[in-house]
């Protein structure tokens, strides 16, 4: 999608960003100040999914993207690793009917391969299920890196190209970003991290270029319905370039040159 379209739309929408996206971070830390098991702060950290989707839904965004579980949240132990599957699949159990009933398109993006057969059955029957609804896209990062999901690009890119259907010449960035996880959706306007780290952490790399970028110390678990919409305004105010001159330029343009 060309950037100026992007921008254009922004403005169009009053400010309002098409796709969000979040590192949901601090459940741990939330429990444990309550001396609470951690076990309890991603308990918590659902009831705050519930109204980040409830929120996008009122406010008309079309794309959520929210990080669950990293390509590296394995190296958690045993005991926590486990109690995160089993949430995956108990929240999407519970949850599935009613975001279908909502008009909600669930997809899962990450390397499924590594889940119990048994959760992989449930996400691939929620994709299914909810494959027509286009309200909300929620996309739930599971098992996702960004660095796995640019490496898998490639190696179907090679794999093209191997198989004679590709000319290599003809790979630039737009041809490969269709290989990418989320292709088909606008690239994230706003990322959000809850916490208080200031960094990435393997989530969307490429996709999120141009995204605005949002930190608060709030937990996960205390991310509530105000803080969703402060953050909203914090983007709105926003003066989106994309590498361009500011807008208030533009007319000065001619002369500068
Ligand atoms: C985020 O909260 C949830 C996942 C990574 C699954 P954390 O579990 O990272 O919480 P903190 O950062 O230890 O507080
Ligand atoms: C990022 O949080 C991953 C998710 C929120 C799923 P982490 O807690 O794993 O990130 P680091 O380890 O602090 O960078
Ligand atoms: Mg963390």
């Given at each position: 999608?060309?950037?100026g379209e992007?921008?254009?739309?922004?403005a169009?929408?009053g400010?309002?960003?098409?796709?969000?996206a979040?590192v949901m971070?601090?459940?741990?830390?939330w429990?444990?100040?309550?001396?609470l098991?951690r076990?309890?702060?991603h308990?918590a950290?659902v009831q705050s999914?519930?109204?980040?989707v409830?929120?996008s839904?009122?406010?008309g965004?079309e794309?959520?993207t929210?990080?669950?579980f990293?390509?590296?949240?394995?190296?958690?132990?045993?005991?926590?690793?486990?109690l995160?599957m089993?949430l995956f699949?108990?929240?999407?159990?519970r949850e599935?009917q009613?975001?279908?009933?909502?008009?909600?398109r669930?997809?899962?993006i990450?390397?499924?391969?590594a889940?119990?057969?048994?959760?992989r059955?449930?996400?691939?029957?929620?994709?299914?299920?909810?494959a027509?609804?286009?309200?909300l896209?929620?996309?739930?990062a599971?098992?996702y890196?960004?660095r796995w999901?640019?490496a898998?690009?490639?190696r179907?890119?090679?794999?093209e190209?191997?198989a004679?259907?590709?000319?290599?010449?003809?790979?630039d960035?737009?041809?490969?970003?269709?290989h990418?996880?989320?292709?088909?959706?606008?690239?994230p306007?706003?990322?959000?991290?809850t916490?208080?780290?200031?960094?990435?952490s393997?989530?969307?790399?490429?996709?999120i270029a141009?995204?605005?970028?949002?930190?608060?110390?709030?937990?996960?678990p205390d991310?509530?319905?105000r803080?969703?919409?402060?953050?909203?305004?914090w983007?709105a105010?926003?003066e989106r370039r994309?590498?361009a001159?500011?807008?208030?330029?533009?007319g000065?343009?001619?002369?500068?040159?």
């Amino acid at each position: 999608m060309a950037h100026g379209e992007d921008s254009a739309t922004a403005a169009a929408r009053g400010g309002l960003p098409r796709h969000v996206a979040i590192v949901m971070d601090g459940n741990g830390r939330w429990a444990r100040r309550r001396g609470l098991p951690r076990s309890a702060g991603h308990r918590a950290g659902v009831q705050s999914v519930r109204c980040v989707v409830e929120a996008s839904l009122r406010r008309g965004i079309e794309a959520l993207t929210l990080f669950a579980f990293s390509s590296e949240n394995w190296r958690r132990p045993r005991q926590e690793v486990g109690l995160l599957m089993e949430l995956f699949l108990t929240t999407l159990q519970r949850e599935v009917q009613r975001l279908h009933e909502q008009g909600v398109r669930l997809r899962f993006i990450g390397d499924r391969a590594a889940f119990a057969p048994k959760l992989r059955a449930r996400i691939a029957e929620a994709e299914a299920l909810t494959a027509g609804n286009a309200t909300l896209h929620l996309n739930i990062a599971a098992n996702y890196g960004g660095r796995w999901d640019i490496a898998q690009a490639a190696r179907r890119i090679a794999e093209e190209a191997a198989a004679g259907r590709l000319d290599p010449v003809a790979v630039d960035a737009d041809r490969f970003g269709r290989h990418l996880c989320l292709a088909d959706l606008p690239e994230p306007d706003l990322l959000i991290r809850t916490g208080g780290e200031q960094r990435i952490s393997n989530f969307l790399l490429w996709q999120i270029a141009y995204t605005e970028l949002y930190f608060t110390d709030l937990l996960w678990p205390d991310f509530d319905e105000r803080a969703y919409d402060e953050a909203l305004a914090w983007y709105a105010g926003r003066e989106r370039r994309f590498g361009a001159l500011p807008s208030s330029a533009e007319g000065g343009r001619a002369n500068d040159a």
